[in-house]
């Protein structure tokens, strides 16, 4: 379950960090609004990594999408597309 503080608890920070493990994100708040979180650094680089799988899956989706319109075209014209070959 996360831990909803207001951020001047970072005044101890020691004990703030001690609320933060791999199931628990310590979020901070000002004025009543949620501004911070603090997550494991194993977290963040998953969402980071769910991220960029999410962006390849739209590109490559847009790709297919747009071969279909104006056609595929073969290895060849890929490299050279590429700047493999010339």
Known sequence: MPSILPISDLRNY???????????RVYLTRNGRGV???MPIAEVDEYDKLK???ALA???KSAEERAQ??????????????GIIE
């Open 52 to 54: 960029a799988e999410k």
């Open 14 to 24: 020691t004990e703030v960090l001690k609320k933060v493990d791999n199931s628990c």
């Open 36 to 38: 911070y979180a603090i």
């Open 69 to 82: 319109k104006e056609g595929w075209i073969n290895a060849d014209e890929f490299d050279k597309e590429m």
């Open 58 to 60: 739209q590109d490559l």
